[in-house]
């Protein structure tokens, strides 16, 4: 798996500066039988990796990238790095993301968000998007007091609600961390409890069962 200097190193020498910034998913966290072993993450074959990249000002950090990597973006950079904010506002959640964008030999997804945007989703669940993102386990690129004291927050919000959801047969010392673990999944993926009941045999063998040291 890439490590994490590796990738720190990757979006240091490819992109404009940003505040704060972790990678996510299953380029980063393998997951068995999602894909086969001799492919390589960050490969066409196998996993996107998946980043997110906290700025405090997204409109000059784009307006940065779009100089320095201009193929990232859809037709949508002709209109400038007001319009990709509007949208990143008004449709995406407060993210604007890139994807399937080739760099250095990887197939790469990037999400830039406001820090504004993303403390409020990670303290107050607006949208539960990168909030949900960071209720799984993620490789932080960088450090930041506030971003992390947010995902902190986020993390315990995450953890309370998934007690409250665990059956009253549950016991935390034989099974319970791992249905917690596949509830705060559901919880990131907002799934209906029902639905998160119904999905947790598989999410625990397929899923849950190697990334439970992450989560602790």
């Not at 968000?113 to 960088?142: C, E, M, N």
Request: proline fraction near 6%.
């Amino acid at each position: 798996d890439p490590s994490v200097s590796a990738m720190r190193e990757l979006v240091q020498r490819n992109f404009p500066a940003v505040d704060y910034g972790f990678a996510y998913g299953s380029g980063v966290f393998a997951q068995p039988h999602l894909y086969q072993a001799h492919q390589r993450l960050g490969t066409a074959s196998g996993p996107m990796l998946d980043f997110i990249f906290v700025v405090t000002n997204p409109k000059a950090w784009h307006e940065q990238n779009l100089q320095q990597n201009p193929s990232h973006y859809s037709f949508l950079k002709y209109l400038g790095p007001s319009t990709l904010c509007a949208v990143a506002d008004r449709i995406g959640v407060g993210v604007y993301f890139n994807t399937l964008v080739p760099v250095e030999g990887q197939v790469i997804k990037y999400g830039v968000i406001s820090l504004a945007a993303f403390q409020q989703d990670l303290q107050h669940w607006s949208h539960l998007y990168v909030g949900g993102r960071t209720h799984k386990p993620v490789a932080a690129l960088t450090q930041h007091a506030a971003a992390e004291a947010a995902c902190q927050q986020n993390l315990q919000s995450a953890l309370t609600a998934s007690l409250l959801l665990l059956p009253k047969t549950s016991s935390l010392q034989v099974k319970g961390d791992k249905d917690c673990i596949a509830r705060c999944r559901a919880l990131s993926s907002c799934c209906p409890c029902k639905q998160a009941q119904q999905l947790l045999p598989m999410q625990t063998a397929a899923l849950i069962t190697p990334l439970v040291p992450a989560y602790v």
